[in-house]
């Protein structure tokens, strides 16, 4: 899918604003404020129409990751933030493009990121630029040039940990594709005061640190060193160690990025030993030596050190060492060579080291160029980037200030040149009428400097070449007449000075008053540093040089070239490669980058108003603001405008079908747009105020967000309904699949259902089949069986006598048979007696035979008492009927019962028959007597007891006198209705009577007699045969009787012996009679 492109804008979410042409009101403070918030909010670059203001960070930002690269890449200069990426791609798309050379001017004070700037610049067309193997070493080569040029060109000062100490104007070269070619870079005035002396707090050149912190042993054993900075003069010790600075690890790049751009190692060592010869030459010490003549000479105080330069470059130790001693001065065929004191000895030495090394780094850069340029002869096109020390303003300022500022001084005056030519040739190409812009040239303080006849430099040369005595006061003087009445130079001596009595302007100082500011020259110095001066002997000795590079370096060393000439100044020099340079960049398109640094710590988010106001000051940004904004503050062309602002007007909202031109027109009418605050171009419309800008920016606002909301308002109506859309879809779908689910199972369920009643009807009839067959089966079997059994019964039958089983039974009957009859053989001898009473019986003979054993016994025993009883009269049988009845009666009742068991029941104790005293007794009775005894009547009143004789007939009971035998009482047996008696030994009982009856009137009978047992067995039996009924018998050892109206208590008690066994009988009370028995 293509990428969906997002028309932005620099308008889009400003930080204050993004190019200073908008700024409302523009003032100083306006501009820094607006310079100071972006800072604050990491917009480091702000625009200046097409100029790129950096303010440096000092701190790394993810600004410029290779994303941000791909968001730079072909876009329009003010579609995205500002950026040094999008200066970058429009120099390089219109170099591509339309064939325009570009060159990017980096201006700013040190320490500002103007080298940082360069490099990024660099990396960015690199990263942009064609690719492939070749293109790529090529950008490689041009971007590892960097690494070695700082190595020897920059230096740590008090403003910059890496301060670049020359300036570099770098020409990178491209094919008509845009693919980099190669390069070529011009150096400018390198600081090389430096490498003799540092001021406090700096140090010298990266490269002295870098060899001895990171060169091997074997190395700085080479080169005549050793690894302690303290041991050379021309290192300045305090400010040795750079924080955050890795001088080993540099030296390794270095050595790295010096292969890469294609130093061979012969080479690379040739640099490193001029290096080496540089240091060492600083410990080269001098002691005066008197001379007889009177002049002053010097002499090298210790030879050793000199010694191993001369070993170190090949150069002999005698020519060296005179060199030091003397001058030589020859003019028309005369040589004359004077003796050199200390000072002038010590001033050798430092010129030679300076030209050493200055000259070193020219061939650095030779050297650099040849590996890099292109090595085809196509037309190439070309970018240039300007790396250059910016406007110095220090407290001392010398000859190398006055030629930086009179570089940018140059500088300025092409850039006010290109900027109002820019403009004014696109007011021409856009039909647009020019109105003057008033503006500071400052061509005249060009002219001061650069006047071929009364300019300064010309005036420094002028006395440089002058014979005679030539110091820099004379020089001040020069320019004092000459100079004196031009409006931006001032000295004490000038006659048109204002300051004339200003005590602040010191003696031998002159002041410049620059477009960015006074600056105050020390004069001092400017002659000797103009004149570049190396002794004719030095350059000479170092031409005899076996060193190839040293000896390349001083050509006119070389006797046989010998130039009467002076050497061009170092002035004049620098003036001719300015104009060059100037002359190169007016060909090109120029693109800015004005650097500012916002603080003089180094520091990160510190923002110094004051600092920076200065450099805005000296930059003249705010004139720059003001160029562009002459006549109009703000141009673009119709279709990004239209495209922009079409939504704030029906006509041309959504689309606009004719040309961006008129869309714009009817766009600006529509919204009522004054017409002198717009002008129309041929291909871009002009707005005269940023107000007007930023009233469309707003109207532009509020219409986004309106739109927004209507985007929002359709697309979530669009999102809902789609999404509607799907879930009916879906709901069908879901439908649709679960009724075929649905159904399936139901399918599926019925077949089951099926088949399950399908299996059990199949089961039930496959039962049914089998229990019929089974049925008929058990049929068969059963009549299989029962024709078995019946066979096998009529076989058994037939065969069953013959069984053995059979014989086993037969045997045991037999046996048993014969036991029995064995046991009744024996039985029968051993028969016990007949008498009922014998217990005997023989033993059991056999355990089996018990019950027969005993039911014998029992059957015998009943045998025997049978023929016992037959033997029985019947008289005998009545009493022992008697004798069982009274046993039934008494028996375990009553104590007396078996004393009575012995005694035969003879009833007719008195034989009344027999007596004739009872003669008259017999005839009174005619009934059969059953009992005749004499008894003891118990008296009812007192229990004393009388004699009476005691009758039973069969009806009746009649008491008797015993002596007279006359009738007492008669008591018909009916009226008897109870006997009572105890349950002792004793004789006593008691006859009750009915009540009511005759008889009863006296109460019942107390009798006692010896044959109890007998009389109550007999009246008992009589009662029942008589009446029926059944005589009640009381066995009780207390009972009532009644006593005429009395009921009284016969108690029966243990008596006492005494009385002998006789029981005795007492009335207590008319309630008890007490009867003792012992
Ligand atoms: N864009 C940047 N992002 C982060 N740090 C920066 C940036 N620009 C500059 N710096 C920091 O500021 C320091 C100074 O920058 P640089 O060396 O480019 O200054 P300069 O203008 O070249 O100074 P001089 O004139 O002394 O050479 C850098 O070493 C770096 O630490
Ligand atoms: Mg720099």
């Known amino acids: 899918m293509a990428k969906m492109e997002v028309k932005t804008s620099l308008l889009d979410n400003m930080i204050g604003v993004g190019d200073m042409v908008l700024l409302e009101p523009l003032t100083e403070e306006t501009f820094i404020h607006n310079l100071k918030k972006r800072f604050d909010h990491n917009e480091i670059y702000t625009y200046i129409g097409s100029v790129v203001i950096s303010v440096n960070p000092y701190r790394s930002l993810p600004i410029y990751s290779p994303e941000k690269v791909e968001d730079y890449r072909n876009r329009n200069f003010y579609e995205l933030s500002p950026h040094i990426f999008a200066l970058s791609d429009e120099a390089y798309r219109s170099l591509r493009d339309q064939d325009k050379d570009q060159c990017i001017l980096i201006t700013g004070e040190s320490g500002a990121g103007k080298t940082e700037a360069s490099k990024l610049v660099m990396s960015y067309v690199a990263a942009v630029c064609g690719k492939g193997a070749e293109v790529n070493q090529v950008k490689e080569q041009l971007l590892q040039s960097n690494p070695v040029l700082e190595a020897f060109g920059n230096a740590k000062t008090v403003r910059n940990d890496n301060s670049s100490r020359f300036g570099k104007y770098m020409d990178i070269e491209f094919d008509f594709k845009g693919d980099p070619l190669g390069g070529v870079i011009s150096n400018y005035l390198l600081e090389k005061s430096r490498v003799v002396k540092q001021p406090r707090g700096e140090r010298n050149f990266h490269v002295f640190y870098q060899l001895l912190s990171g060169a091997s042993e074997e190395l700085l054993e080479k080169l005549k060193l050793e690894r302690d900075f303290s ?54 010490e001098f002691k005066p030596e008197s001379r007889v003549n009177g002049l002053d000479e010097s002499k090298i105080k210790d030879k050793n050190e000199l010694k191993e330069i001369c070993e170190l470059t090949g ?32 001033y050798a030495r430092d010129a030679l080291a300076k030209n050493l090394y200055s000259r070193l780094f020219s061939w650095l850069v030779n050297r650099i160029n040849e590996s890099i340029k292109a090595q085809t002869k196509v037309r190439k096109k070309v970018m240039g980037v300007l790396d ?178 002076r050497p061009p100044t170092a002035g004049s020099q620098f003036k001719a490669s300015v104009a060059t340079l100037m002359k190169n960049l007016q060909t090109k398109n120029p693109n800015y980058i004005r650097c500012i640094k916002p603080n003089d710590k180094k520091a990160a988010h510190i923002f110094s108003e004051a600092l920076v106001c200065h450099q805005i000051r000296y930059l003249g940004l705010l004139e720059n603001v003001r160029v562009r904004r002459a006549g109009y503050a703000f141009r673009q062309a119709y279709e990004p405008c239209l495209e922009r602002y079409k939504m704030l007007c029906t006509q041309t909202w959504p689309h606009w079908r004719g040309p961006a031109r008129a869309g714009v027109e009817v766009l600006f009418n529509e919204l009522e747009i004054p017409v002198e605050e717009y002008s129309f171009g041929r291909s871009k419309i002009f707005i005269r105020n940023p107000r007007t800008l930023f009233k469309l920016e707003d109207l532009r606002k509020q219409r986004l967000e309106d ?85 096998g019964t ?65 059957i015998f025993h009943l045998w025997r008492c049978k023929k016992y009883r037959d033997q029985f009269t019947d008289q005998q049988k009545l009493i022992y009927e008697e004798k069982l009845e009274a046993s039934e009666l008494f028996k375990d009742k009553k104590a007396l019962y078996p004393s009575s068991v012995g005694q035969p029941f003879q009833g007719a104790y008195l034989e009344i028959n027999k007596n004739p005293k009872y003669k008259k007794l017999k005839d009174a009775i005619d009934e059969k007597i059953i009992i005749a005894e004499v008894v003891n009547k118990i008296n009812r009143a007192n229990g004393k007891s009388t004699s009476r004789i005691f009758l039973l007939t069969n009806n009746n009971l009649l008491l008797a006198d015993q002596k007279s035998g006359q009738i007492k009482s008669e008591v018909p047996l009916v009226d008897v209705t109870k006997v009572s008696m105890s349950s002792q030994n004793d004789g006593f009982f008691a006859i009750h009577l009915k009540e009511g009856s005759e008889a009863a009137s006296k109460g019942d009978f107390l009798f006692s007699s010896d044959h109890l047992i007998e009389m109550a067995t007999k009246l008992y039996r009589t009662t029942l045969s008589q009446t029926r009924q059944k005589l009640n018998i009381e066995i009780s050892d207390e009972f009532l009787v009644q006593f005429r109206q009395d009921k009284v208590c016969v108690k029966f008690i243990q008596g006492n012996q005494k009385n002998g066994s006789v029981p005795t009988c007492k009335r207590k009370n008319n309630r008890l009679l007490e009867v003792a028995v012992p």
């Open 794 to 858: 009529q076989v058994r039958r037939e065969y069953r006598k013959f069984f053995r089983a059979n014989a086993g039974k037969k045997i045991y009957e037999f046996t048993i048979q014969r036991i029995m009859q064995k046991y009744f053989l024996e039985m029968k001898s051993k028969m016990p007696s007949l008498s009922p009473i014998d217990k005997n019986w023989p033993p059991r003979p056999f355990l089996f035979l018990d019950s027969t054993h005993k039911e014998l016994k029992r």
């Open 231 to 284: 041991r050379y003069n021309y290192l300045s010790l305090d400010s040795a160690r750079v924080n955050g600075v890795d001088d080993a690890a540099n030296f390794r790049t270095v050595r790295n990025a010096m292969q890469i751009v294609g130093f061979m190692d012969h080479e690379a060592e040739a640099v490193l030993e001029v290096v080496a010869a540089v240091l060492k030459l600083g410990n080269i």
């Open 315 to 346: 150069i002999d130790q005698a020519v060296l060492e005179r060199a030091f001693s003397f001058r030589t001065v020859e003019a028309k065929q005369e040589k004359v060579s004077t003796t050199l004191n200390v000072a002038q000895a010590y």
């Open 707 to 791: 739109l927004a909301t209507l985007i929002q308002k359709i697309y979530r109506g669009w999102k809902c309904r789609t999404h509607f859309l799907l879930m009916r879809k879906s709901q069908i779908v879901v439908a649709a699949w679960f009724r075929r689910y649905a159904q399936q199972k139901r399918y599926q369920q019925t077949k089951r259902s099926a088949l399950v009643i399908q299996s059990y009807i199949r089961g039930w009839k496959a039962r049914k089949i089998l229990r019929e067959l089974r049925h008929q089966k058990r049929c068969e079997e059963a009549a299989t069986t029962i024709a078995a059994y019946w066979h």
């Open 388 to 565: 250059i020390y910016g406007f110095e303003i220090f407290e001392d300022n010398s000859f190398e200030q006055f030629i930086i500022n009179y570089c940018n001084e140059k500088l300025q005056q092409i850039f006010i040149e290109l900027t109002l030519k820019e403009e004014q040739e696109e007011y021409i190409r856009e039909d647009i009428e020019w109105t003057h812009i008033d503006y500071f040239n400052n061509a005249i303080i060009c002219d001061l400097i650069e006047n071929n006849t009364n300019g300064i430099l010309a005036m420094l040369d002028e006395e440089c070449l002058r014979p005679g005595t030539v110091t820099d006061d004379t020089f001040l003087e020069k320019l004092n007449q000459v100079c004196a009445t031009h409006q931006h130079f001032e000295s004490r001596m000038s006659r048109c000075s204002r300051f004339l009595n200003d005590t602040s302007l010191p003696h031998s100082c002159f002041r410049i008053q620059h477009y960015a500011g006074k600056v105050l020259y020390q004069v001092e110095g400017f002659v000797d540093k103009n004149n570049d001066l190396l002794y004719r002997d030095l350059s000479q000795a170092m031409w005899k040089a076996g060193h190839t590079l040293i000896k390349s370096l001083f050509p006119e060393g070389n006797p046989t070239k010998i130039n009467l000439k």
